[in-house]
C-alpha cells in the first residue's frame, strides 16, 4: 500500500499542551505532506516536507521526517480548541496518486 | 481565484439513477482527483488526472467515470447509483511539478443514494 498510516487514531489533550501525531509509511518517498480538515469540510494542506529534509516548522507546527524509519510525526505546539480537527499524512512516492489515510481525529478541550 | 469549485453542494439519488459531479479549477493545475469520504473514514482516491485527455483510476474506480476535456473542469459521473456510493465526495487540484504539489480541496458534495 502507498497510503500513510496515522497514529493515534484518536487524542484528546488539554488547551495549551503539545499535541504529537505519527505517520509511517512503506515504500520510498518525495515528499510528505500533511493536512487537516475540519468536520464535513475539505482537507487544508498544512505543510510538506522533502525527502531530503528532517525537520520543518511552521507556526506552531513542528514537522520531522525519519526517511530511514520510513516515518514522520506532527507536533502541534500551545493547542487550542480551534486545532481541534482530523489530521492527515500523504506520502508522496513519485506517482500522481495522492493516498491518504484513516486520519488522526484531535480533540482540544478548553 | 475561487479556487477548486464543486456542485451540487447535496444531492439526493434513486438507486440506478445517474448523475455527474462538477468540478472546476481555476488555478491552471495540471492535476486533479476526486476522493470519497465516508463518514469515520479517510479519503479513498476514485479517478485522478495529470492533464486534459488523460485519466487514470485511483484506489476505488468501479461505478464511476471521468474524463478531462479542459484543463479547468474534471467532472466524476456515476453510472448507476447504489447505496454503497453514499458519501462525501471531494475534488482537488494541483500542479504535477513536486516542487509546487500541494493539494487545493473543493468543499465537497454529499451525495445519499435511497
Known amino acids: 500500500s502507498q497510503q500513510g498510516e496515522e497514529d493515534p487514531q484518536a487524542l484528546s489533550i488539554q488547551e495549551g499542551e503539545n499535541a504529537t501525531m505519527n505517520c509511517s509509511y512503506k515504500?520510498?518517498?518525495?515528499?510528505l505532506q500533511w493536512y487537516r480538515q475540519n468536520s464535513g469540510r475539505g482537507l487544508v494542506h498544512l505543510i510538506l516536507?522533502?525527502?531530503?529534509?528532517r525537520e520543518k516548522h511552521s507556526g506552531r507546527l513542528r514537522v520531522t521526517l525519519d526517511t530511514s524509519k520510513k516515518s514522520s510525526s506532527l507536533l502541534i505546539t500551545a493547542s487550542r480548541a480551534a486545532d481541534t480537527a482530523s489530521y492527515f499524512c500523504a506520502p508522496r512516492h513519485g506517482t500522481y496518486k495522492y493516498i491518504f489515510g484513516t486520519g488522526t481525529r484531535l480533540k482540544v478541550l478548553a | 481565484n475561487a479556487g477548486v469549485t464543486q456542485t451540487p453542494k447535496f444531492q439526493v439519488l434513486k438507486t440506478g439513477q445517474s448523475m455527474t459531479l462538477q468540478c472546476a479549477q481555476d488555478m491552471n493545475h495540471e492535476y486533479m482527483s476526486w476522493y470519497r469520504q465516508d463518514p469515520g473514514m479517510g479519503l479513498r482516491l476514485i479517478h485522478y488526472s495529470v492533464g486534459a485527455g488523460i485519466t487514470d483510476q485511483g484506489e476505488v474506480p468501479n461505478g464511476y467515470n471521468v474524463s478531462r476535456s479542459t484543463t479547468e473542469d474534471f467532472p466524476l459521473r456515476l453510472l448507476s447509483a447504489a447505496p454503497s456510493q453514499t458519501s462525501v465526495y471531494f475534488c482537488?487540484?494541483?500542479?504535477?511539478?513536486?516542487?509546487?504539489?500541494?493539494?487545493?480541496f473543493g468543499p465537497g458534495t454529499r451525495l445519499t443514494v435511497l
Open positions: 482537488a487540484s494541483s500542479y504535477a511539478s513536486g516542487t509546487r504539489d500541494t493539494q487545493y
Open positions: 515504500t520510498s518517498i518525495n515528499n
Open positions: 516536507i522533502r525527502s531530503n529534509e
